[in-house]
Antibody
Framework: EVQLMETGGGLVQPGKSLKLTCATS????????MNWVRQSPEKGLEWIAR??????????EYAESVKGRFTISRDDSKSSIYLQMNSLKEEDTATYYC????????WGQGVMVTVSS | DIQMTQSPPVLSASVGDRVTLSCKAS??????LDWYQQKHGEAPKLLIY???NLQTGIPSRFSGSGSGTDYTLTISSLQPEDVATYYC????????FGAGTKLELK
């Protein structure tokens, strides 16, 4: 059974940093494309980042809204991906999901991030 | 950026009805479109990928069609468990979700 579980969310002040983790199991992680997608009432669903397998030299892509502030990474030995979020803004407040595959075949349950002073 | 417009925003239908949800792209997306279902309090779930391919485990009453800029998700016979919000998602150029269609029971 494919499982994805996000952790690391919480309340953070504007300008601060936070790191999310997505631990996975049930599939061959090392060859999987992995993504972060977020959802807020204001903006709806928004794809924000992708990391590809080692065969692509761990190529990454980012949405313009987070480029330069967020960094996606992975640890194949732990079947996990990460999202380092720096210089957080109030508009980054959302539920953050990790997803597996080019077509977001599987989703985690999501983790809430609130950016507020 | 490609914009995705879903209609209607809210749809009320009865059990057993044939239901059609629409998604229109601001430019040709070459069938690079998925459909997701999100039930209240849950994460989205992939239903259909690349316009008309049913994800494993999804009931056959769900189907997708379309080309160019116009795409459709059809539920052939609405069931109570289909109450959810449905989103389209294009990945032809960048990655964009529609705003969703909320499907309710009449």
């Amino acid at each position: 059974e494919v499982q994805l579980m996000e952790t690391g969310g919480g309340l953070v002040q504007p300008g601060k940093s936070l790191k999310l983790t997505c631990a996975t199991s049930g599939f061959t992680f090392s060859t999987a494309w992995m993504n972060w997608v977020r959802q807020s009432p204001e903006k709806g669903l928004e794809w924000i980042a992708r990391i590809k397998p080692k065969s692509t030299n761990y190529a990454t892509e980012y949405a313009e809204s987070v480029k330069g502030r967020f960094t996606i990474s992975r640890d194949d030995s732990k079947s996990s991906i990460y999202l380092q979020m720096n210089s957080l803004k109030e508009e980054d407040t959302a539920t953050y999901y990790c997803t597996m595959g080019y077509n977001n075949y599987y989703w985690g349950q999501g983790v809430m991030v609130t950016v507020s002073s | 950026d490609i914009q995705m417009t879903q209609s209607p925003p809210v749809l009320s239908a009865s059990v057993g009805d044939r239901v059609t949800l629409s998604c229109k792209a601001s430019q040709n997306i070459n069938k690079n479109l998925d459909w997701y279902q999100q039930k209240h309090g849950e994460a989205p779930k992939l239903l259909i990928y690349y316009t008309n391919n049913l994800q494993t485990g999804i009931p056959s009453r769900f189907s997708g069609s379309g080309s160019g800029t116009d795409y459709t998700l059809t539920i052939s016979s609405l069931q109570p468990e289909d109450v959810a919000t449905y989103y389209c998602y294009q990945y032809n150029s960048g990655y964009t979700f529609g705003a969703g269609t909320k499907l309710e029971l009449k």
